[in-house]
């Protein structure tokens, strides 16, 4: 168990829909990073959150959108739904920012599928 | 540009040898060297973490080794194990600020290992 948890496990979706994913950090952790992983692809950067706030940003379409509250859980919502978004998403949370990245715990990820 | 590449794609064993999957990167400034197990659907889970100054770490069955000149770091495991199939990934973080969060991620190499 990582400490990271993510809700929901398992979605099945319409095209056009809108859904919001889940992620509580690891206890301390103040960073959290969303990857999505398509079928067999590797895991590609979505977006980063320090405290609170937006560190970096990846590939992220302009129909997902992400956000860390307070209490460090984030969200991470999708848009307009295509049948491409269906994948596996990940979030993963650390407890170093500091120009390095400190050691990276995964949760078991949101697979979504649009159909 | 920041980039991780990993070989071999894929590679079947049988239960028991050894293998050694490859990463080399080209990173800059380098922080440190991170090899992920992914299990199918599953989050990834840290083997090892490697800085500039470490040669070789071990976990396990599991040995990194790092060559920091070269930018080369290969993952050797030892009398494999059925529970070993799964994907390796090679991540590198990077110093300082990035468009990908400080982490570049390889695309993996699918391991199956066969009784």
């Known amino acids: 168990d990582s400490g990271v948890t993510q809700t929901p496990k398992h979605l099945i979706t319409a095209t056009g829909q809108r859904v919001t994913l889940r992620c509580s950090p690891r206890?301390?952790?103040?960073?959290v990073y969303w990857y999505q992983q398509s079928l067999d692809q590797g895991l590609q950067f979505l977006i980063q959150?320090?405290?609170?706030?937006?560190?970096a940003k990846g590939n992220i379409l302009e129909r997902f959108s992400a956000q860390q509250f307070p209490d460090l859980h984030s969200e991470l919502n999708l848009s307009s739904l295509e049948l491409g978004d269906s994948a596996l998403y990940f979030c993963?949370?650390?407890?170093?920012?500091?120009?390095?990245?400190?050691?990276?715990?995964f949760g078991e990820g949101s697979r979504l599928t649009v159909l | 540009k920041n980039q991780v590449e990993q070989s071999p794609q894929s590679l079947i064993i049988l239960e028991g040898k050894n293998c050694t999957l490859q990463?080399?990167?080209?990173?800059?400034?380098?922080?440190?060297l991170r090899w992920y197990k992914q299990d199918t659907g599953r989050g990834p889970v840290s083997l090892t973490i490697?800085?500039?100054?470490?040669n070789t770490k071990s976990n396990g069955r599991y040995t990194a080794t790092l060559d920091a000149d070269t930018k080369q770091s290969s993952l050797h495991i030892t009398a494999s194990q059925l529970s070993d199939s799964a994907s390796y990934i090679c991540?590198?973080?990077?110093?300082?600020?990035?468009?990908?969060?400080?982490?570049?991620f390889g695309k993996g190499t699918k391991l199956s290992v066969k009784p």
């Open positions: 993963a949370s650390s407890v170093v920012l500091a120009g390095r990245a400190g050691e990276l715990f």
């Open positions: 206890s301390g952790d103040l960073s």
């Open positions: 959150y320090y405290n609170g706030e937006e560190r």
């Open positions: 990463c080399n990167y080209t990173v800059s400034p380098f922080s440190n």
């Open positions: 490697m800085t500039f100054s470490e």
């Open positions: 991540v590198v973080s990077a110093a300082g600020g990035g468009s990908q969060g400080n982490l570049i």
